[in-house]
Antibody, heavy 121, light 107 residues
Framework: QLQLQESGPGLVKPSETLSLTCIVS??????????WGWIRQSPGKGLEWIGS???????FYNPSLKSRVTISVDTSKNQFSLTLSSVTAADTAMYYC?????????????WGQGTLVTVSS | EIVMTQSPATLSVSPGERATLSCRAS??????LAWYQQKPGQAPRLLIY???TRATGIPARFSGSGSGTEFTLTISSLQSEDFAVYYC?????????FGRGTKLEIK
């Protein structure tokens, strides 16, 4: 059974960089059939897709966040990561890592349990 | 980006009755539409993809329909575990976008 687990600091100061990692178990992140992505959820904006990455390193980002977001993959550790720079209170949210299919199957079929990130001094 | 609009925001239904939830896209998304269920303290769970295909393990009382810009999620006979928030999501265009959700509550 595929499992995704987010990890990272729960508190980040304004203007600093948020960094999260998602460890994938029960399956290979190097599968040619999937993207791996990040989604966040806040009361203000609801569910927001942040971006996705293919095992080769190809990335797709939400234009609303693209200037601040980097998603990377480490196939040797079967994990992928999110960095979000210059955070503000508006970046306070629950962050989920997800698995996403390709082409006509680009829905999100597996989700991590989520990690709450608060931006505050 | 494509805006997804869900209605109603809250739906009150009695157990055993049918619930019908709506989702509208600001432009055609073909059949590239998914539905998710979220319970308090949990991550969303995939229910339906391709507008009408149930995900693995999803009971037959959940059904989806529609194409283009208008979609419906129907729960034929509500069970206690079905009271939750439901989201639609389009994956036809990048960026993928979600609706704001419909909260299904016990009447």
């Amino acid at each position: 059974q595929l499992q995704l687990q987010e990890s990272g600091p729960g508190l980040v100061k304004p203007s600093e960089t948020l960094s999260l990692t998602c460890i994938v178990s029960g399956g290979s992140i190097s599968s040619s059939s999937y993207y791996w992505g990040w989604i966040r959820q806040s009361p203000g904006k609801g569910l927001e897709w942040i971006g996705s990455i293919y095992y080769s390193g190809s990335t797709f980002y939400n234009p609303s966040l693209k200037s601040r977001v980097t998603i990377s993959v480490d196939t040797s550790k079967n994990q992928f990561s999110l960095t979000l720079s210059s955070v503000t209170a508006a970046d306070t949210a629950m962050y989920y890592c997800v698995r996403q299919g390709l082409a006509a199957r680009r829905f999100f079929d597996y989700w991590g349990q989520g990690t709450l990130v608060t931006v505050s001094s | 980006e494509i805006v997804m609009t869900q209605s109603p925001a809250t739906l009150s239904v009695s157990p055993g009755e049918r619930a019908t939830l709506s989702c509208r896209a600001s432009q055609s998304v073909s059949s590239n539409l998914a539905w998710y269920q979220q319970k308090p303290g949990q991550a969303p769970r995939l229910l339906i993809y391709g507008a009408s295909t149930r995900a693995t393990g999803i009971p037959a009382r959940f059904s989806g329909s529609g194409s283009g810009t208008e979609f419906t999620l129907t729960i034929s006979s509500l069970q206690s575990e079905d009271f939750a928030v439901y989201y639609c999501q389009q994956y036809n265009n990048w960026p993928h976008t979600f609706g704001r959700g419909t909260k299904l509550e016990i009447k």
